[in-house]
């Protein structure tokens, strides 16, 4: 979507059931996003703002424990409701949406990623690579 392209300006808040939100629902939540905040900065391509009604886009993240059926049965939901064990693996979001249609709840872009959140963030390297190359696209 071109508006990932032409967007200058983001805010980065979490995905929760009720919509983008800039209140982390657990502290996991609240680490990603300072990485995340630490690698825009670095990329530079969009201005990173903490008002979303300043933003073109939102990116939403969300860590979250999924139930792995080979290595067991216990996981977290992204209510921060602890169901963790021997049999979780943690599965992460990044959305983008939209800034204007936030109410909407349809993401430009989303991807979920086991480890997408992780040191090396790569929902995020991902993302900068689909949005690179829609430069290269006329």
Do not use: C, M
């Amino acid at each position: 979507d071109q508006r990932l392209a032409r967007a200058q300006k983001v805010a980065v808040g979490f995905d929760t059931v009720l919509g983008f939100s800039a209140q982390p629902p657990t502290s996991e939540d609240r680490d990603a996003r300072y990485a995340l905040l630490s690698e825009l900065e670095s990329w530079g391509r969009y201005l990173v703002v903490s008002n979303p009604d300043q933003a073109d886009l939102l990116i939403a993240i969300r860590t979250r424990w999924v139930v792995d059926g080979e290595r067991g049965s216990t996981a977290r939901d992204h209510h921060g409701l602890t169901f963790r064990g021997a049999g979780a693996i943690r599965a992460d979001l990044l959305s983008v949406y939209d800034a204007r249609y936030r109410k909407s709840g349809i993401a430009l872009w989303r991807h979920s990623l086991v480890g997408g959140l992780s040191e090396d963030l790569p929902l995020l390297a991902r993302l900068r690579s689909d949005v690179d190359s829609l430069d290269q696209k006329p």
